[in-house]
């Protein structure tokens, strides 16, 4: 039997798909239509200071034919008062008490401030709360949400704030409009925190109408940066979820959130550290009914691959990641093209002439034009075989000269320094690498 | 018979009668279920008898949830292979499509639902499905065409003790018997004869209901009875030469084409099929793909009249098949084995109650085609003697009356579906009626109790 159900950081739920605090946990109606789909957790839609919102707040890039691949937005926290939020959350709660519901909170940067805000929200009985230090526009320019997730000494100083009055689990989600990552995490982990959210969204302009030269969206005439999430923000995420799961300064629990559609993208996220995964952009195009797929499509990989529970992946993909100074440079593939799948478009001839190392021929044969690796020139940088619009037809073949691993790292430590380029070329040759 | 067709060489015949829709690649199916825009509430949902969730399929093959995708399937239709393959799509869900609004080609659902099935068989039907314990009830279903093996596996997976008695060797109805072999093959019915089988259910095959065993018999050892006996076959054309040596019915001749035995049937040079139902085009192209030089379709009312689906004639015109409209056979030529066909020209008058125009033959039009063989195609008739033995049973427009809630007949122990209550439409029509009618039958026996 398959158990889903995940721990973060000490907020339970039968599976790790959570809303992630935006519209589509805006309200009890929807949080509770979430949940009897089969959502097992959700993070509220931002509540704090008072805020209105602009009328258009979306902008979206579609991509060969392919509706919203990023979606932008300049919506601010909740702009509904505290006291109907809070009141929602307590009912939500009450009706659903196997998910998890956490509140999300953003207010002044003043300590009462924030612990009257805290012991307000404990007393709704929800499972944890969760700092926004990521709302890119308008809130940070009141001095609140990537305002403080941009420094780190702010991060540590509220969480502190945070944690030292709350008798709830408490995640921090930080902003990736930051240089390191790790620096933010590392100071929500000064500040107590018991676990990390990200990501919040990157700072984007859209694009320009080329007709009125304003940006999209306009608010009549006038736009500015928005806050990009969806599809085509994925391998950011992943990235800075990784590189928070592997720093031992850190070491907490984290939700990973950031352009999540599928139970495939949810998988990764978790092969990478993620206990549980937050979603938004894919429920604001598709609706709560995507949980179906998710929770069954993951179910029904873990049973191919054997795995019975969250903990017996998660993380496991962490162990690939390291430096590229240990990556093994005699790792060698080449490409292969199956003539009987060609097609002839010789996509991967014009890539591989144009924008790599001219190492493909085209060839007449039976009428057509034929792409050929030479394969002896081939560098294997599998420019080609990305390209190639036909599955299967180009694959990159390991083609070592049987000699054993070396490392950058290692082989510094071998050849004379300060390196030269004749001794980087000697070895090259020994192991019949030829660089053009 | 006369002036046989040469036999054709087993590779010519296998041309003859590959799919028409191929199995799409995985690379295929991923790009097309990614074109699918996963609208909510589709109308291409609605369109399909069965109901199918076909947003939530095809989003599932899109993410590679393919178990999934067969689970969403399966769980509306029991007979979701034969009917990937069979359904009239144009009619149905792929003619709802919301890409036709935009005057776009719609998502081929067909082919992507037959890529999740085909995998679902291929991976030796893992199970997704959990029967309720067994209630003690028995109910004996008549015929295993699609209504009654998608009500039979309805019915175990709810926890009933279920026979299915079939008269022919061969289960699925005509799924196996009937349906063109260039839309499918008949062991595709057979694997999905397997997957009822799975879930507890006894098919006697050879077991002709009313010859074989008694109706009272049967009707004695089960709660109650599922009606799926489907249509008989042609009726007479009532002419003279109708029983001469070359003139068959159109089912015989399918049956015998569908079981792949393309070298042992035999079919002459020239054919004439009579009637131009979906059956007379089946019935005409498989003639021509066995070899037949001249076939030609013989139709009393005009082309806008013909009740063959518009695919099916382009089909059918594709093969070069001749159409004869506005044209009836009056007197089958021939000294014991067919020679030729005498033939009225007809015209159209005012629509019947219906809405169908009558026809009527113009004096002194006769004319004859030479022809070898006859394939009567005038549709089929319904199994009245053997219904006539069941007390009470109410019939509407030569159909067996039933609830269209619970497939209740006006015998409260007896339910039925498919072909016998519907005159003969689709499989999936069939399949709908089945799992309908098992739930009607659940209601039935537990408010009784
Ligand atoms: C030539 C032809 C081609 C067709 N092609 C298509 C197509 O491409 N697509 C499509 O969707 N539909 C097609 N159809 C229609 C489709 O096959 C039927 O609508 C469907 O099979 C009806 O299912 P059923 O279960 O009601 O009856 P059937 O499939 O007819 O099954 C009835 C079964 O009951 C058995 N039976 C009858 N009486 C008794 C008895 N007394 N005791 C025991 N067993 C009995 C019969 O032997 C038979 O196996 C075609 C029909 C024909 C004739
Ligand atoms: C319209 C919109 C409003 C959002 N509002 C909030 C918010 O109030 N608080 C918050 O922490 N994150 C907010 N986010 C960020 C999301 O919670 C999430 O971190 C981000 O969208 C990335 O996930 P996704 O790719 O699944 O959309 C918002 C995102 C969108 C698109
Ligand atoms: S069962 Fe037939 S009508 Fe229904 S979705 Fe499948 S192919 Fe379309
Ligand atoms: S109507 Fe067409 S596009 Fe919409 S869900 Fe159905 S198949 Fe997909």
Redesign the pocket.
Known sequence: MIDLSINCAGIRSPNPFWL????PSNSAYQVCKAFEQGWGGA?W??IGEPVMNTVN??GAIDYNGQKIIG?N?I????DRPIEVNLKEITETKKLWPDRAVIA?L?VESKRDVWHDIVKRTIDTGCDGI?L?Y??PHGMSERGMGSAVGQVPEYCAMITEWVTEVSTIPVLV?LTPNIGDIRFPARAAKKGKAHGISL???INTIMGIDLDTLELKPSVDGKGGHG?Y???A??PI?LNMVSQVAIDPEVNLPISG?????TWRDAAEFILLGASSV?????V?HYGFRIINDLVEGLSNWMEEKRLQTIEDFRGKSLRCITDFGNLNLLYKTVAEIDEAKCIQCNLCYIACEDGAHQCIDIIPHNGKNQPKIRQPDCVGCALCFLVCPVDNCISMVRKDDGSEAITWNELMRQLPQPLTWESLRQFQKKHGIEIH | MNNLAPKLTSEQYENNFTEIHPAFNQNQATVEANRCLYCFDSPCMKACPTHIDISTFIKKIATGNIKGSAKTILESNWIALTCAKACPVDVLCEGACVYNERGEKPIEIGRLQRYAIDWYFEHGMPSLFTPTPKNGKSVGVIGAGPAGLACAAELALLGYDVTIYEGKDLPGGLDTMGIAPYKMSYMDSLKEVKLVESFGVKIKTRVWVGTTITLAETAQMHDAIFLSIGLGNSPDLNIPGEHLEGVCDALEFIENVTTRNWNSVDVGKRVAVIGAGNTAIDAATEAKRLGAEQVMIIYRRSEEEMPAYEFEYDLAKRDGIVFHFLTAPSRIIGNGQVEGLECVKMKLGMPDVKGRRTSHSIPNSEFRIPVDMVIKSIGQKPAESFLSQISNLKFERGKIWVNTETMQTSHPKYFAGGDCINGGKEVVNAAADGKRAAHGIDEYLFSRK
């Open positions: 992630a605090s935006a519209p993070v839609k931002t707040r979306y979606l937005n919506e601010l926290i909740s999300s953003m969760e926004n990521g709302c989600k990501i919040n969204t806050g999430a969806g599809p923000v994925k995420a959130i950031g352009g999540i559609s937050q979603v938004c952009t894919a604001m």
